[in-house]
Antibody
Framework: EVQLVQSGPEVKKSGESLRISCKGSGYTFTRYWIAWVRQMPGKGLEWMGSIDPSDSYINYSPSFQGHVSISADKSISTAYLQWSSLMASDTAMYYC??????????????????WGQGSLVTVSS | DIHLTQSPSFLSASVGDRVTVTCRASQGITNYLAWYQQKPGKAPNLLIYGASTLPSGVPSRFSGSGSGTDFTLTISSLQPEDLATYYCLQLSNYPFTFGQGTKLEIK
């Protein structure tokens, strides 16, 4: 069974650093990218970026690039989302998801199929 | 960036109703569109990819259609467990973008 298990809730203060994790199991970790998605309280979903764990190549959303860092350690099948200086506006639920591809003939479709349970980050000012 | 606009933003329907949610892209995305269901307090769940393909395990009452800029998610016969917010996601161009969501209430 494919599973993505995320680290637990965090309560931090503005200016502090934080790293949250997402551990994959039940599949070959290096064969699928991992995406990170933010959901602010009462709001919609926002794609932050995706990483290829096989070589740590990353695509960032411009909205998040420079404020967060995405990384992965393939030896322990774990992806990370990191902040060096949190802001109150970083308060949100963060989800990781397996970023998969499927071929239909010559067409390749991408999608996020399996999701972690979410990591709630609360930042006080 | 490609902007996705969902309509309606809020929908109230009865069990057994046929429900339709639309997603319009600001530019053509061929059929690189997925739909997600997010139940309250839960992570999103993939319903459809490639605009119309249902992954295994998704009930057949869900269907998707469209290509280019206009897409539709249809629930053929609404069930109580379909209470959720539904999102479209375009994966045609980086950065990937979600629609703002459609909250579905069961009357």
């Amino acid at each position: 069974e494919v599973q993505l298990v995320q680290s637990g809730p965090e309560v931090k203060k503005s200016g502090e650093s934080l790293r949250i994790s997402c551990k994959g199991s039940g599949y070959t970790f290096t064969r699928y990218w991992i995406a990170w998605v933010r959901q602010m309280p009462g709001k919609g979903l926002e794609w932050m970026g995706s990483i290829d764990p096989s070589d740590s190549y990353i695509n960032y959303s411009p909205s998040f690039q420079g404020h967060v860092s995405i990384s992965a350690d393939k030896s322990i099948s774990t992806a990370y989302l990191q902040w060096s200086s949190l802001m109150a506006s970083d308060t949100a639920m963060y989800y990781c998801a397996r970023h998969s591809t499927t071929s239909h003939g010559v067409v390749i479709y991408e999608y996020f199929d399996n999701w972690g349970q979410g990591s709630l980050v609360t930042v006080s000012s | 960036d490609i902007h996705l606009t969902q309509s309606p933003s809020f929908l109230s329907a009865s069990v057994g109703d046929r429900v339709t949610v639309t997603c319009r892209a600001s530019q053509g995305i061929t059929n690189y569109l997925a739909w997600y269901q997010q139940k309250p307090g839960k992570a999103p769940n993939l319903l459809i990819y490639g605009a119309s393909t249902l992954p295994s395990g998704v009930p057949s009452r869900f269907s998707g259609s469209g290509s280019g800029t206009d897409f539709t998610l249809t629930i053929s016969s609404l069930q109580p467990e379909d209470l959720a917010t539904y999102y479209c996601l375009q994966l045609s161009n980086y950065p990937f973008t979600f629609g703002q969501g459609t909250k579905l209430e069961i009357k």
